[in-house]
């Protein structure tokens, strides 16, 4: 048997000192109702309502690529001019629009009031509307709010902030000393969650997944909780969680073989998992997947890559492309640095590694410029312009889209870095 891959596999403590470089100037993302997109396909009875403009509706509408005649799960209450000079009573409206809604869709158990810039802007009251459609709807369905507004966030932070609206509302446990038990926090695609569920219960654990697939089956949480994160950008909700009693697991993030194994030795550790169990559970797929990126280390080894900072997986993904396909990291920017979620991951960056938090995005291309880079991780807004000074990117979007923890996964995600630059090879030759 091969022998499990410790947290830290090296002496090194890589970046955990790292000063990052801090720039708060100004920013290129997405907002956060881009998270409903995959929320929407997650939790199967919720309706995201976005109390919003047009842009916002063209914004979700593109972005999740849904035909309008297909019912999707998800739309806009357009703010208009009336209600921005104050003719309309706004919230007379919400309710009328909410109504005609779950009338027409009785489908629906879970509504998202989400907030937008315009909501914002106008001061519009989302959580007094939620608790007030909540005395009419409920228990039928039930009305919760949160902001996806992209003034001052990242496109990542709408799950995070629409999982923190949840937690206040996850069932307490029956009895007061409930046996410990394991919960993945974090939205993952199905077939990513069936393969950690049926590795985890191989190891003998029963583990519930939040969000759930249905609104129906929230986790039960309180003091006996012990929650690893599936995504690095769920600070608000991990704080939510904490509040209720639960006790973070800290690990790396399920990304590669290495982050993959961590992140499962960390609740085969919580739980008491016998390491020869571990080994037996994890070892095919671990050597599959090692095989499987074998192939993607030869074409990538020795490139230099560049993040900007966009979704929050930055980190986890810089020190997967370093440490398992040998690439070379020129700045890893994030638009976040959560020092304790991150501690693990920073520990496995190269020392020197250049971290920047935050963005000043002239500052950072003239930066990315002078560096040339293999390739750039970055933004849909930065991408073509450097596409047209002949440097090789990687929506980083995309790698929120696209299924990539897990063991099985880890030669899609390897892909997602070596497809570009075969690409641009190919109209080279
Ligand atoms: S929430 Fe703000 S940033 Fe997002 S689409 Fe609407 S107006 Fe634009």
Known sequence: MSPVIPIRSDTSSGCSDVVPLVERGQREVFCGLTGIIWLHRKIQDAFFLVVGSRTCAHLIQSAAGVMI????????????????????????????????????????????????????????????????????????????????????????????????????GLPAPSAPEAPPALMVVGTLADVVEDQLRGLLERMGLKVDFFPPRRSQEMPVVGTHTRFLLAQPFLADTARALQARGAQHLGAPFPLGVEGTTAWLQAAATAFGVAPELFDSVTQAARQRAEKALAV????????????????????????????????????????????????????WLPAGT???????VDRQLDRCLADAPDMVVCGLGLANPLEAQGITTKWAIELVFTPIQGYEQAADLAGLFSRPLQRREKLAA
């Open 354 to 360: 250049r971290v920047s938090e935050g963005q000043d």
């Open 69 to 168: 005649f297909a019912e999707p799960r998800f739309g806009t209450a357009i703010i208009d001019e009336r209600d921005l000079a104050g003719l309309a009573d706004v919230h007379t409206e919400l309710d009328r629009v909410v109504q005609q809604l779950l009338a027409r869709r009785p489908d629906i158990r879970l509504l998202f009031l989400v907030g937008s810039c315009p909501s914002e802007v106008i001061k519009l009251d989302l959580s007094r509307a939620a608790e007030r459609l909540n005395t009419i709807h409920h228990p039928a369905v039930r009305v919760l709010n949160y902001s996806g507004s992209g003034i001052e966030t990242t496109f990542t932070q709408g799950e995070d902030a629409c999982l923190a609206a949840m937690v206040p």
């Open 296 to 347: 993607h280390r030869q074409r990538l080894q020795g490139q230099r890559i560049f993040f900007f900072p966009d979704s929050q997986l930055e980190i986890p993904l810089a020190r997967f492309v370093h440490r398992e396909l040998g690439m070379d990291l020129v700045e890893v920017g994030t638009p976040y640095l959560h020092r304790q979620h991150m501690a693990p991951e920073l520990a």
